[in-house]
């Protein structure tokens, strides 16, 4: 690999650390591990090519385009939690990987069937990503931090909204969401 090719990759995987919390491939390899899957049947239940799937690893490629697959992902990761604290059983999360790979994506605000707590509210984190993969769904990070900038004289707590959830790591946005609960 080339200066130029290592460079994009390396704003590959910051961009991708900005977007979802993490660079993809060490994402990607915490749920191959934590599932038992291969990354063909990763790629499958995602929804992606397999050689999608490798390109978003490498650094290749950054941003997810679809959000329907942003949304299995997170599916996918409170799956692997739900599976590391024992409250799921491998054979009940290879069902649910079978419902997650036909799920069309949807909001976590509307659809909670197992997107949620005890108390049967969405979890924070859940909500956090929910909002982070809106906003990073329709600007990168970059417009983002710019409209922030922009706000940020008249409305400095809508420029605030936006850098968290649009361009900060998912515990920053848990901590802000929390802080203005009531």
Partial sequence: ?????????????????????EPLGALFRKLIDDLGLNQARLAAVLGLSAPMLS?????????????AVVQRVQLLQELAAQVA???VSAAEATERMDEIRKSQGGSVLSNT????????????KRVVREIQSLLRSVAAA???????DTLAVSH????????VYGAGRTSDAVAHYQSHQS
Wanted: glycine share 10%.
């Fill in 1 to 21: 690999m080339d200066a130029a090719q290592q460079e994009a990759t390396a704003r590959a995987r910051e961009l991708q650390r900005n977007w979802y919390g």
């Fill in 85 to 87: 604290d024992g409250s």
């Fill in 156 to 163: 400095p707590e809508l420029a605030e909204f936006l850098r």
């Fill in 55 to 67: 390109q978003l690893m490498s650094g290749q490629r950054a941003k997810i385009g679809n959000p």
């Fill in 142 to 148: 970059g417009d983002i931090i710019d409209a922030a």
């Fill in 113 to 124: 069937t197992h997107t949620t707590s005890g108390s049967g509210a969405p979890t924070v």
